[in-house]
């Protein structure tokens, strides 16, 4: 079993930063890809970024390019999402997730979520 417990949302103002973690517990993580999801209201569920096992291939939608980085930390304990340059449009609840699929932008590759947790960019 694995387990994942988020932090870091809140409120920021429109250009803004925030960082989100995703600490994973249960069971070692080194296999599995770590993703990045966010759903607003009355919107589906859609990929923001992942990254590999290894920590050597990351991908990002086209919406958050530049802006956004995702990494995890060298004991595959934490992921994180940093995120800059914040839009109103990325008002989201935010989700990380683990799983083993090499279809990493697909929420159906994911079999562990966390939380969620509220991200909300004020203009």
């Known amino acids: 079993q694995v387990q994942l417990v988020q932090s870091g949302g809140g409120l920021v103002q429109a250009g803004g930063s925030l960082r989100l973690s995703c600490a994973a517990s249960?069971?070692?993580?080194?296999?599995?890809?770590m993703g990045w999801f966010r759903q607003a209201p009355g919107k589906e569920r859609e990929f923001v970024a992942a990254?590999?096992?290894?920590?050597?291939?990351?991908y990002y939608t086209d919406s958050v390019k530049g802006r956004f980085t995702i990494s995890r930390d060298g004991a595959k304990i934490t992921v994180y999402l940093q995120m800059n340059s914040l839009k109103p449009e990325d008002t989201a609840v935010y989700y990380c997730?683990?799983?083993?699929?090499?279809?990493?932008?697909?929420?159906?590759?994911?079999?562990?979520w966390g939380q969620g947790t509220q991200v909300t960019v004020s203009s």
């Open positions: 990254i590999n096992w290894s920590g050597v291939q990351t």
């Open positions: 997730a683990a799983g083993t699929s090499r279809l990493l932008a697909d929420a159906g590759s994911y079999a562990y």
């Open positions: 249960g069971r070692p993580l080194g296999s599995y890809n």
